[in-house]
């Protein structure tokens, strides 16, 4: 009997949640733990709303459609490929617990904890297979600022490090890389979504280590004008404060994304000002099979002075699809040199590489994915790759 | 050092068990049914498993997903990315080192197998009194192919543990004869060259044009390609055998009258006198007063559900009877039954009918209608008495009994007796003659059997009932029947189930549809329809799954 009293006492200790309460002076409340990602289905990306859509931005100015279907055959009786390597990152977030803090005047309030796992992959194309190349992940917990009560810059490491040292963890060989801070104040009088504010926290570090996958990959020689990467996705990175301080460094962030193309399932087709300045929705969903729409440049003052060139491809015929945006890819790339920055890209390079990316319509991956017509089986691949290094749900959320 | 070709996988719908587990390789790696893979398993033991069934999945949910892959139904696309695909083998578990059964775990390492742990795993290393039954190939077309001889126990083959072997196989594309001959071959050599408390003797029946009518004569590979000799001789030597032909051979074929423009044999005239110069062959006759007791085997294919020929045959051969017991001739005997034939004739005091009598007069005539069956024999011109001559029969001998050119009644007529008489000599029946020392062990092979001991032969049948004799008490008399036929299906179970060797060539796949192959999986069932000439899956006792085997051609000379 004594034994089993002994057995049943040992583990609280040993909890994530326990030491989190303990260390922070919170009182955790074992809330119901559970998922908040959404399942992968087709949709319509609606915000974006502050991209100003500007110029063109291409070396010629194409007043419509460009039809590629020629190009496209052409290349690919050609045993020769320039999309080399696929990147992807992905996250899972779920809630795991309440934590009540008390606040001026003694009440308490309640914040959620929220756990992520991130992952980011990179896979290459060699003889037509595919083959991994880079992989990160990480655990990383998201917890409101004042658990901090002191606000003292090294706690949320010690914390991290301290939760890692727990019997538990260290019995299954992980760690929480880091600990991400949401802010709790309201901005006015908008009724504030801890869960949404930490999820953003987790989304923003897994952005940071895609940047650095990118990094990487350019620091190894990898890319080049024959080797493309394909980032899943849209490519709107900020440059964060430190790329900026730096002239030197700002311009290396600019040019670790002058082999990269980011090609997005979902997109705002309201963006889409092409015709004047009215947008016009219709443009894109009328583009016809293997043609591409005309470049466009947009900035954002999010993303400081980085222009982009967006352009949009159709692969799959709209007959075959259940919506006229299923089978449009948009792809974005990011003005690089002084001279794309001043003329836009060269049309040449952007049929080639459109004609490159309408190959890539086939295999498709139907049956396992709903969003199959807007994906590139690729990175698909590197989808799926990367989700299943994931710890299990259950074993993840266990640890709580 | 084993080369890692791949991991064990353990899911919820697809569970490792005791005798079976899956696991992944590369779509290219180059593996066989029946090749054996070696898994690391608990306490550093290793789990070995026989391949039975490689399957390749791709990523593609359904059909469809790859119809669309080709931009709906164009079959010039070419996809810039192969799909995602593997393979996955499924395998049997055959053996632990430390006799460990529990399932293989999930991820475990899967490597090939090196020579001597085949051998392990199979069993092999551990046979008593080897007899080589053949070679196996494993990982073929691979750099680490492995070539390994198989040996059974021969105790298993020739008796007293088990015996008996039964060879099925399409014609043509089995080489059921051949193998036959091989293993004969085999056994002949082991005994030759190696003391032994054991003898062995064979009696072989040939039903096929000459082909077992030079089997003591080196085969020249005439007809084969250049090299083929020497890598048949090489192929021998690397299964520890002689490439010699068979040793102390001697042929007897039907009589036949010089003057008849017939013969009853396919061997040419040359040969035959080559042979009787060389004292090999001799010409075997049947007389009437000592192989009326035969007489029944002329019946094996007749129906005779009142047992009215039955009671006419015991009439014939009773000492006592006052009609019979004074015949000496064939012809006195067929004169006694048309007698008895006639119209107006009392029988025999009515309990045989003259009708009986005159079906009777009908079989017998049409059977004795032969320069065989005759009034006496002349050894000085070789001739003999076939029964005589097997009585004699001694150790490592072989006799070869030619009736390939004999209608089927009197096939059956001569097989019967044969049979007959090594079953009774080992019976010890003929002890007290003069010259009768019968080796410890007597090896009767057959081709077509199914004319002998098929389902549909009459249960009546003499044949059928001498043959049910020696597979169910012949493993301890000494007496091992070697058998083949084209369909194993058709042969009576009673047969089939007392061999303890099976050994299954091609065959077709209505063949492999009936019960008989129910036991083997569909793979190998599958695999019975496309093995190569000279392939055989065996099945032995000894063994602890069924082998693939191959063997060398033969060594003795061919007629093509």
């Not at chain 1, 194409?62 to 290349?75: G, I, N």
């Not at chain 1, 760690?175 to 309201?186: A, G, N, P, R, V």
């Not at chain 1, 963006?271 to 009215?278: A, S």
């Not at chain 1, 794309?340 to 390079?349: F, K, W």
């Given at each position: ?400 | 050092m084993n080369k890692l070709i791949g991991?064990v ?10 005798d079976e587990f899956?696991f992944?390789t590369n779509?290219d790696q180059r593996l066989h049914a029946f090749d054996i893979v070696k898994v690391m398993h608990?306490?550093s033991s290793f789990t070995f498993g026989v391949i039975e069934n490689i ?32 393979n996955?083998a499924k395998a049997k578990v055959s053996f632990n080192t430390k006799n460990l059964y529990?399932?293989v775990?999930?991820?475990a390492k899967v490597f090939l197998a090196s020579a001597d742990e085949i051998s392990m795993a199979l069993g092999l290393d551990r046979i008593q009194n080897p007899l080589v039954c053949g070679a196996l190939k494993m990982y073929e077309g691979t750099e680490e192919e492995v070539n390994l001889p198989v040996y059974l126990n021969s105790k298993f083959i020739l008796?007293?543990e088990g015996?008996?072997l039964n060879i099925s196989g399409?014609?043509?594309l089995a080489s059921k004869t051949s193998y036959a001959m091989f293993l004969m071959k085999a056994i002949q050599d082991n005994y030759l060259n190696t003391?032994q ?22 085969n020249?590979?005439?007809?084969d390609?250049?090299g083929e000799k020497e890598q048949t001789h090489s192929y021998y030597t690397s299964l520890g055998l002689t490439t010699r ?237 070697f058998?083949a ?14 061999c303890a060797t099976h050994a299954y060539g091609r ?12 036991s083997l999986p569909?793979t190998y069932q599958n695999m019975l329809?496309r093995l190569e000439q000279g392939d055989y899956l065996i099945q032995n006792p000894v063994f602890r799954t069924l082998l693939k085997i191959r063997f060398p051609k033969p060594i003795y000379?061919?007629?093509?």
């Amino acid at each position: 009997m004594s034994q089993n009293k002994n057995c049943s006492f040992k583990p609280k200790h040993e909890k994530v949640m326990h030491i989190l309460a303990e260390e922070t002076g919170g009182k955790s409340y074992k809330a119901h733990k559970y998922g908040l990602d959404h399942s992968d289905r087709p949709s319509i990306d609606y915000g974006d709303n502050e991209i100003v859509w500007k110029r063109k931005a291409e070396t010629t100015q194409h007043k419509t459609y460009v039809d590629l279907s020629k190009r496209a055959k052409q290349l690919a009786s050609r045993d020769d490929q320039i999309l080399s390597y696929f990147l992807d990152g992905s996250r899972r977030v779920f809630k795991v617990d309440d934590i009540a803090y008390t606040e001026s005047g003694g009440r308490s309030v309640i914040y959620p904890v929220i756990a992520g796992q991130i992952g980011v992959g990179c896979c290459q194309r060699v003889d037509r297979r595919i083959e991994h190349t880079k992989f990160k992940r990480e655990l990383v917990l998201s917890l409101p600022d004042v658990a901090n009560a002191d606000g003292k810059p090294g706690f949320w490491p010690a914390m991290a490090k301290k939760l890692s040292e727990c019997d538990e963890l260290k019995r299954l060989g992980i760690e929480f890389s880091t600990i991400l801070e949401y802010k709790t104040m309201k901005i006015g009088n908008d009724k504030v979504i801890y869960e949404d504010r930490a999820t953003a926290c987790v989304q923003d570090r897994m952005i940071e280590r895609e940047k650095e996958l990118v990094a990487e990959l350019v620091r190894e020689g990898r890319l080049n004008q024959d080797n493309y990467l394909i980032k899943d996705g849209s490519l709107e990175y900020r440059p964060g404060k430190e790329d900026k301080a730096d002239k030197k460094k700002y311009s290396i962030f600019k040019n670790n994304y002058r082999w990269v193309l980011g090609a997005s399932k979902n997109f705002n087709p309201e963006v889409c000002k092409v015709l004047g300045d009215k947008s016009n929705p219709g443009f894109i969903a009328d583009l016809p099979l293997f043609h591409r729409t005309p470049v466009a440049e947009y900035e954002n003052d999010m993303l400081s002075d980085i222009k982009f060139a967006v352009w949009y491809i159709r692969l799959r015929d709209k007959k075959q699809t259940r919506t006229p945006f299923d089978g449009v890819i948009k792809v974005e790339k990011i003005l690089v040199t002084e001279e794309e920055n001043r003329d836009g890209i060269d049309s040449e390079n952007v049929d080639t590489l459109s004609a490159y990316l309408i190959n890539e319509r086939n295999p498709v991956c139907y049956g396992t994915d709903l969003r199959w017509a807007n994906h590139i089986y690729p990175v698909f691949l590197t989808e799926s790759y990367v989700k299943s290094r994931y710890l299990s749900t259950e074993s993840f959320l266990h640890l709580f | 050092m084993n080369k890692l070709i791949g991991r064990v996988l353990a899911t919820e719908k697809s569970p490792t068990t005791m005798d079976e587990f899956n696991f992944w390789t590369n779509s290219d790696q180059r593996l066989h049914a029946f090749d054996i893979v070696k898994v690391m398993h608990l306490d550093s033991s290793f789990t070995f498993g026989v391949i039975e069934n490689i399957s390749h999945i791709t990523d593609a949910q359904s059909f469809l997903t790859n119809f669309i892959s080709s931009d709906f139904g164009d079959v010039e696309i070419e996809e810039p990315t192969l799909r995602v695909g593997m393979n996955y083998a499924k395998a049997k578990v055959s053996f632990n080192t430390k006799n460990l059964y529990t399932p293989v775990h999930n991820n475990a390492k899967v490597f090939l197998a090196s020579a001597d742990e085949i051998s392990m795993a199979l069993g092999l290393d551990r046979i008593q009194n080897p007899l080589v039954c053949g070679a196996l190939k494993m990982y073929e077309g691979t750099e680490e192919e492995v070539n390994l001889p198989v040996y059974l126990n021969s105790k298993f083959i020739l008796g007293p543990e088990g015996a008996h072997l039964n060879i099925s196989g399409i014609s043509g594309l089995a080489s059921k004869t051949s193998y036959a001959m091989f293993l004969m071959k085999a056994i002949q050599d082991n005994y030759l060259n190696t003391e032994q408390d054991d003898s062995v003797a064979f009696v072989i029946f040939n039903v096929k044009g000459r082909d077992l009518m030079a089997i003591d004569r080196p085969n020249d590979f005439a007809t084969d390609g250049h090299g083929e000799k020497e890598q048949t001789h090489s192929y021998y030597t690397s299964l520890g055998l002689t490439t010699r032909p068979f040793q102390n051979v001697k042929y007897y074929i039907p009589y036949t009258s010089n003057n008849s423009p017939k013969q009853s044999t396919y061997l040419p005239k040359n040969d035959i006198e080559e042979y009787i110069r060389n004292n090999q062959l001799k010409k075997f006759k049947y007389i009437y007063s000592d192989d009326k007791e035969n007489i029944e085997m002329m019946f094996s294919d007749i129906d005779d559900p009142a047992q009215t020929m039955e009671s006419i045959i015991s009439k014939i051969i009773d000492n006592d009877d006052r009609d019979f017991r004074d015949l000496k001739t064939w012809n006195d005997f067929m004169e006694k039954v048309s007698e008895k034939a006639q119209k107006g004739s009392t029988g025999d005091k009515g309990d045989i009918s003259v009708l009986s009598w005159r079906k009777f007069s009908r079989v017998v005539r049409k059977a004795i209608q032969d320069d065989m069956f005759a009034n006496a024999f002349t050894p000085q011109n070789s001739e003999c008495r076939l029964a005589d001559e097997l009585k004699q029969i001694g150790k490592n001998e072989i006799r070869v009994i030619d009736i390939a050119k004999l209608p089927e009644d009197k096939q059956a007529f001569v097989f019967g007796d044969a049979v007959r008489t090594i079953y009774n000599l080992k019976l010890g029946e003929y002890d007290s003659e003069p010259k009768v020392k019968p080796p410890s062990r007597i090896v009767i092979f057959i081709d077509e059997l199914n004319k002998y001991a098929s389902k549909e032969i009459p249960k009546t049948s003499p044949i059928l009932r001498q043959i049910l004799d020696i597979t169910e008490r012949g493993r301890s008399l000494g007496v091992v029947l070697f058998a083949a036929e084209q369909f194993r299906s058709a042969i009576h179970p009673r047969v089939t189930g007392n061999c303890a060797t099976h050994a299954y060539g091609r065959t077709n796949s209505i063949e492999t549809s009936s019960g008989d192959y129910r036991s083997l999986p569909t793979t190998y069932q599958n695999m019975l329809t496309r093995l190569e000439q000279g392939d055989y899956l065996i099945q032995n006792p000894v063994f602890r799954t069924l082998l693939k085997i191959r063997f060398p051609k033969p060594i003795y000379k061919q007629f093509k």
